[in-house]
DNA sequence: TAACTTTCCTAGGACCTCTAGGCAATTTGT
DNA sequence: ACAAATTGCCTAGAGGTCCTAGGAAAGTTA
């Protein structure tokens, strides 16, 4: 009988691909399996377990994100490189939802995507380094950045927006404007100035 | 035989515990039977099923964390009140990472969640009063804020913060110093400054 | 072409979800 | 107080997922 000709890239791939289809906590062996018209045990050939193939969506995700970032950064700096890369994020995350689902779930665990990791750290480093911010300050900023874009997609992804008529495109727009405001007036260490 | 006395809030708050002890993904109907001494079948006459067992964790995660909200913004305004609600919402997600979880995960599905959700809307918007908004502008905000908040939390908890040495909690501090900083010179609709 | 390796199979165990139907513990009506 | 009605928890069982073990055929190498 024909091989199905299963590769861990292959299985990788269409996991992804049923992630943004179906959720990617419906990600399944079984799934993954009937998609190629073969029993699921057969592909424990290729990948080690259920978290492995997940992880691998995880990896692939965030290269691809990794890959978007840095193409939105090119050729730009300061504002518009910040909003760049925003819309980057946001763009993925509505294009492939599963996917993007991946990318956070898996953070803990496996050492997979330690190295892509590194290098959405550079591109957060390189984005910074147009508002000139000296460590801590940077280190501080990146992580406030990352939190807020993630948190925003997080957040709309999960429909916790749905409850007002505001349009999301616009808050997006805004809250990137007050994130430039915020690294172009980073605040010092501890401020002196009395709180009222 | 010795009834259990199984109720569905009983359920629900040994689910928590549960999520809090072994992480969220691993709260199982048969999980909790368990720890009642009792069949899994047996749960199903007080809840529907595993789905709604998890959104009633959901709904206590989030009113335990709008009631801790409520308390800390009791008697503070500006930016000691922003202060004292961001560090509520880490403190609780540090202290039920598997409820907090759960507040997550559910946020796009039931109807038993509207409600709680609601509150947490009115008490950002009181934060917010003291910093003087106008609408959209405060709707924008608010959704920014939510944004940082647990997006910077979420990171933490799934570790994305550990490849760098830097304390979490100066990190913390100083992005609740920035938001405090953009939403006190929140950017006009259209910047007509040009962008270089 | 024979030996080897790889790919996919069948079989089966363990766990989870959920339904159906039954008996016993409790509550309600008189 | 006692029968009737209700409710709580049970057993049985079907269907799904994860994963291991061992086998047979397809493809590769000597």
Known sequence: MARAGLTAERLVRAAAELADEVGFENVTVSAVARRFGVKDASLYSHVKNAQELRAGVAALALTELADRAAEALAGRSGKEALRAYADAYRTYAKQHPGRYAASWLMLEAETAVVGVNRRHSELTRALLRGYALRE?????????????????????AAGGFEHHSRSVAKSWARAVDALDVALRNWPDEEPTKKTR
Chains 1, 2 share one sequence.
């Open 136 to 156: 801590p300050d940077e280190t501080d900023a990146i992580r406030m950045l990352h939190a807020t874009l993630h948190g925003f997609v997080r957040v709309e």
